[in-house]
């Protein structure tokens, strides 16, 4: 029987753990639980491959290189998302090898780094979103966008952060390697949404300084793969309506249709719930039979089994 | 006819020029005029293989984030070089895309990020060698080694850097996708000789603090990938015994006996052109009808046609 296809994308707390030091020794350690969990999706036999976000991350490179510009030049944006893809990749590398070693699965794990391609016109540039880096207090914050001409927003109650831009990925550059690599090796592509790239007339790439969501990049990658299902991780194990409220309301499957109406109707935070759902949707839509899973990391297996989770389809 | 296969090294000078500031964007500047030189020797028929070396680079994001210790935590040695791998293989894939389209090829070039296997007893890390980051002065070499517990030593005539732990290659952990890539992409890996590993009992890795020479790891990666040539790009066109001394001789040829019996000689450069010898000899002597050539980047194509540079045969 052919194995279904997965694609994962992978949450921030499936690579730090919030009140634990942002150390790259406690992001290894909190990586290899993570793999822990992915390993057994392996071991029910579906083939995989794996996303992750960066916003953490890529803040704290930003950061230190911003921090220390007197000393080493700060680095530009794009850059600063390719060294996270190494970083976590990396990190990956090692948790899945651990993992799978331990149910004698020989499988390569590869990081590719990835390009994708975005539109110079996409509106996200006019209005960013996407939250990156550590969380400040609101003073702080003030302070930092008056300095440094930061957008900084309010994070769903959790601190204020820097946000970017965060347009809509066009095309993977690398997506013809990805492919021809599926059968051998769980790949992790596409780390942080892709590095983002404009492609310019003559059909050269160019950074740009952007942070593509990573849901949306892990989408398009499930659609380009031809993937049977999209698999996205997060902290809460079902999507809800009315989220930490007395009233809140878990739902198990949604169509495609009734989630663009919960959408329509502001369930969703941005830069959160919103783009998971949206890339669930887009994914459900893509074909017949297509499914987009949200869950944690924890039910994820329980989910691919239909017992949890939140499943939308068509 | 089967096409030659290259693995081709990349020095420092194939990624930044001295005396230009050691940004991100004067990289790429760089880094694109490089690929205008390699992508000539793909026009000429052959199958290439990138390696890089990181000195610089690792050196720069390890300074960044011991500069920033007080906003967020440094990162350890392994890490960082797998940021570097993220950072040069993005500038290699754009300024080798650009390049190759110029002569209408749209061959994909991909970044895998890559872990070498080393042996935790390799006498390298009892003797550092290896130079990293910026060049100082005598009296702040001086200053840092007793602050930070720092190895420091004198480049080459070009100041004081600190110095790492350089073991040999053993194994690349990521071959088999690299083999399986050759002929579909233009892969860049073992970025900066890899991020250096040791293999546990279990079998999984572990990141340890040490850089790898890039010319081992691409001597390594010759040998496994089964290539023709191993192509060690550097600042000058030949090897030279008394190098910068009147009685300077250029090296057109040598056999693998008599590099070796120059380097007993002591005529080359620890963490310097000695590394490159040592590789080109191994290479030599791998297997029938090997040859390892050290020229320069200009060069490169000149010495593939046998017109210059210094060969290095069994």
Not at 11 to 16: F, H, I, S, V
Not at 111 to 126: A, I, L, M, Y
Not at 180 to 197: D, E, H, K, Q, T
Request: hydrophobic share 40%.
């Amino acid at each position: 029987m052919r194995k279904e296809k997965i694609v994962i994308a992978l949450g921030g707390n499936a690579l730090q753990t919030a009140g634990l030091p942002p150390t790259a020794e406690c992001q290894l350690e909190v990586v290899k639980k993570t793999c822990e969990y992915i390993s057994k999706i392996v071991e029910n036999d579906y083939e995989i491959a794996l996303v992750h976000g960066n916003g953490p991350q890529v803040g704290r490179i930003l950061l230190a290189f911003e921090t220390a510009r007197d000393v080493t030049p700060p680095m530009p944006f794009d850059v600063c998302g390719a060294m996270s893809q190494g970083y976590i990749g990396y990190h990956l590398q090692q948790g899945m090898h651990q993992a799978l070693l331990k149910t004698n699965n020989a499988m390569p794990v590869v990081t590719v780094v990835t390009q994708v391609v975005v539109d110079r016109n996409d509106s996200g540039f006019k209005n960013p979103t996407k939250p990156i880096g550590p969380f400040y207090s609101e003073e702080e914050a003030k302070k930092i966008s008056s300095e440094k001409n930061y957008v900084m927003k309010e994070d769903a109650g959790r601190g204020w952060r820097r946000v970017v831009a965060s347009p809509i990925p066009k095309r993977i550059v690398e997506i013809d390697t990805i492919k021809s690599l599926w059968n051998s090796a769980i790949v992790v592509s596409a780390g942080g949404g892709g590095i983002p790239v404009i492609e310019l007339e003559d059909g050269t790439y160019e950074g740009i300084e952007a942070v593509i969501d990573k849901d949306y990049a892990a989408e398009l990658l499930a659609e380009q793969i031809g993937a049977d299902k999209l698999l996205i991780l997060t902290e809460v194990e079902k999507v809800s309506l009315n989220f930490n409220k007395p009233d809140q309301i878990d739902l198990d499957k949604l169509t495609a249709e009734e989630a663009e109406h919960y959408i329509a109707e502001n369930h969703f935070a941005a830069g959160s719930m919103l783009p998971k759902i949206q890339a669930a949707v887009k994914f459900a839509k893509s074909g017949e039979g297509k499914t987009a899973i949200i869950t944690s990391l924890y039910k994820a297996m329980d989910a691919l089994m239909g017992k949890t989770g939140t499943q939308i389809t068509a």
